[in-house]
């Protein structure tokens, strides 16, 4: 599921994306980011289901082998570790992906294989993928561990398959990271008698409110946020703090603000984490200085006021 850091880059780059794009229709703008956050669960299920079809397409070339004029021993009798593989079975088994894919339509593998085939042959080739058909243990402990490599060393580093999920959908290149993450934890607890259900891609309703709220009060509140950030760097032009700094430091004091269960430390720690992935080098103390100073003022004024979780 996404997790509210996610979310908060999420904001982030909307915010940005309507500030350089000098659009101010902040329905359309939100129902984009809403649209992109759900795009992110297609990346995590075409991700789950190209395990599945990597392993058919290795099935497919079995059966073929079986039926050539001149067939060899390894032709008639073929190790079928990989394509008898437990977890990858219980994924295409789940009725849960099946229904998904066919909801929404999802036919990027049917419609472009010479993927499926590039991870293949590439798995094939590997040394990782010899060592596992060469293994005699048959247990799910054993076919768990290599498709969780399989995926860290052969999918998630694939650039060709990073360039085509690029074209498929602009916003995927910065959530890739994230959903590749998410792929590897759902891998890990998939259990040896348990069915393979796809989760829900908010923790709770709360999470999914916080996409539009937090959205929605930086944009509407930017001039008196920026007004804030001004009257605590007194040395600094506006024009001279970087516009995502400025971004981020506003969508802080907007959590400040309006999410009374977050507390203030938490809000200043994400956004100094934020930074750094996408702001400068400097970014981070920056950040961490105006709020902590905004943050302090504000509490001993009684303007920010925390309850409950947010008080900790």
Request: hydrophobic residues 40%.
């Amino acid at each position: 599921m996404i997790n509210r850091r996610h979310i908060r880059v999420k904001v982030m780059q909307s915010v940005y994306a309507m500030l350089q794009s000098h659009n101010d229709d902040i329905i359309r703008e939100e129902k984009f980011l809403k649209h992109s956050v759900l795009k992110m669960f297609d990346l995590y299920v075409l991700n789950m289901q190209l395990l599945v079809e990597v392993q058919k397409l290795a099935a497919k070339k079995i059966a073929l082998s079986k039926k050539k004029i001149l067939a060899t021993e390894a032709d008639l009798k073929p190790n079928t570790k990989f394509i008898d593989n437990k977890v990858i079975n219980i994924i295409a088994e789940s009725v849960s992906v099946e229904g998904y894919l066919e909801l929404n339509n999802l036919k990027h593998w049917e419609d472009n294989d010479e993927y499926v085939k590039i991870v293949f042959e590439e798995l094939q080739n590997s040394d990782l993928y010899k060592k596992y058909i060469a293994t005699e243990e048959d247990s799910f402990k054993i076919d768990k561990a290599f498709v969780i490599d399989f995926f860290k060393e052969i999918i998630a580093p694939n650039e060709k398959l990073a360039d085509f999920y690029e074209d498929e959908m602009i916003s995927w290149v910065d959530d890739i990271p994230f959903v590749n993450t998410w792929v590897v934890k759902t891998l890990s607890k998939q259990k040896a008698n348990g069915l393979f259900v796809l989760g829900s891609l908010y923790k709770d309703k709360d999470d999914e409110e916080f996409v539009s709220k937090l959205f929605r009060k930086t944009v509407l509140k930017q001039a008196e946020y920026k007004q804030i950030i001004e009257d605590k760097t007194p040395n600094w032009e506006s024009d001279r703090i970087a516009e995502i700094d400025m971004i981020l430091l506003q969508m802080s004091i907007a959590e400040f603000f309006n999410f009374p269960s977050i507390p203030t430390r938490v809000s200043i720690n994400e956004y100094i984490e934020i930074s750094k992935d996408y702001s400068t080098s400097k970014s981070s103390y920056f950040i961490n200085g105006v709020l902590d100073k905004i943050s302090k003022e504000f509490i001993a004024n009684d303007k920010i006021v925390k309850i409950g979780r947010g008080l900790i």
